[in-house]
């Protein structure tokens, strides 16, 4: 199994309502990811982090292998979340990838 983690802020120019209506479109559309995207075992994504963090939504999911991992990096569904609910709000990725 492999994990890829992906930590985000979104830029500074939302309201905090604006900020908040695009967090949960990006939950949405990634957990939407399931059953869609073949080796996805789990994906969550948290848009509700403590005062102490310094990144605004975090993905935390799990895949079969690292060519599961692949196929959904390329995989057209994924794209068009990325490209349409996620990139365009956000500012900076950080992204760790690990086998467990």
């Known amino acids: 199994m492999v994990k890829h983690v992906i930590l985000w802020n979104l830029k500074e120019e939302y309201t905090e309502a604006e900020a908040l209506k695009i967090?949960?479109?990006?939950?949405?559309?990634l957990e939407g990811l399931k059953?869609?995207?073949?080796?996805?075992v789990e994906i969550r994504v948290n848009i509700?982090?403590?005062a102490s963090s310094n990144c605004d939504l975090m993905l935390d999911s799990t895949f079969e292998d690292e060519a599961a991992l692949k196929t959904y990096a390329t995989h057209p569904a994924h794209l068009e979340?990325?490209?349409g609910k996620?990139?365009?709000?956000?500012?900076?990725?950080?992204?760790m990838d690990y086998s467990l």
């Open 48 to 50: 509700n982090p403590l």
């Open 23 to 29: 967090k949960e479109e990006i939950k949405a559309g």
């Open 86 to 95: 996620v990139r365009p709000f956000t500012s900076s990725r950080v992204c």
């Open 35 to 40: 059953g869609v995207v073949p080796g996805i």
């Open 81 to 83: 979340v990325a490209n």
